[in-house]
T-cell receptor
């Protein structure tokens, strides 16, 4: 079946450094790729998304890139801060359906 | 602005018991869904609904039942709880059943089956 692979599963960075999380999807019909941040004890919250007709999108310290040919997309966080520590999930829409497939999550720790 | 509200937040059940997780949204969203979150497995879709009176199965539907009698509510029923259903459950909703609309999640319901 269709799936989304997410790497790494854990990531530790020093405050101020950049963090990169990568996802690969299998459904060539996927056309919407959101990223969610989940803090401890909370539900996931959308932080940025990208559609298949765009290669890159930026929102302050957060950016997402998409390579449709290679079927992968990445989340980039620059100038990381302790409050960026959380679990991050990528997701891809399943073509022709109303469903999304989620990656397995990346636990990001920003060390002060 | 309540958004997506789930109750209860925490629940302990004995094997074989039944219960209902409640979910309500006040954003007039068409699309609602239930996910379970287990360590190392991300979010897996249990059931979803594209509108009142319409439901369909997701990736892991066995042991769960849903109904959608109103736009606002989408309860998830565990028919006969099993330890394998110990998980965190999230209800979610979005404006349209079309793919590519932002999904809003509730705060989660922590369920333990002993």
């Amino acid at each position: 079946g269709e799936n989304v692979e997410q790497h790494p599963s854990t990531l530790s960075v020093q405050e101020g450094d950049s963090a990169v999380i990568k996802c690969t999807y299998s459904d060539s019909a996927s056309n919407y790729f959101p990223w969610y941040k989940q803090e401890l004890g909370k539900g996931p919250q959308l932080i940025i998304d990208i559609r298949s007709n765009v290669g890159e999108k930026k929102d302050q310290r957060i950016a997402v890139t998409l390579n449709k040919t290679a079927k992968h997309f990445s989340l980039h966080i620059t100038e990381t801060q302790p409050e960026d520590s959380a679990v991050y999930f990528c997701a891809a829409s399943m073509g022709g359906t109303y469903k999304y497939i989620f990656g397995t999550g990346t636990r990001l720790k920003v060390l002060a | 602005n309540a958004g997506v509200t789930q109750t209860p937040k925490f629940q302990v059940l004995k094997t074989g018991q039944s219960m209902t997780l409640q979910c309500a949204q006040d954003m007039n969203h068409e699309y609602m869904s239930w996910y379970r979150q287990d360590p190392g497995m991300g979010l897996r879709l249990i059931h979803y609904s594209v509108g009142a009176g319409i439901t369909d199965q997701g990736e892991v539907p066995n042991g769960y039942n849903v109904s959608r009698s109103t736009t606002e509510d989408f309860p998830l029923r565990l028919l006969s709880a099993a330890p394998s259903q110990t998980s965190v459950y999230f209800c979610a909703s979005s404006y349209s059943a079309e793919k590519g609309n932002t999904i809003y999640f509730g705060e989660g319901s922590w369920l333990t089956v002993v």
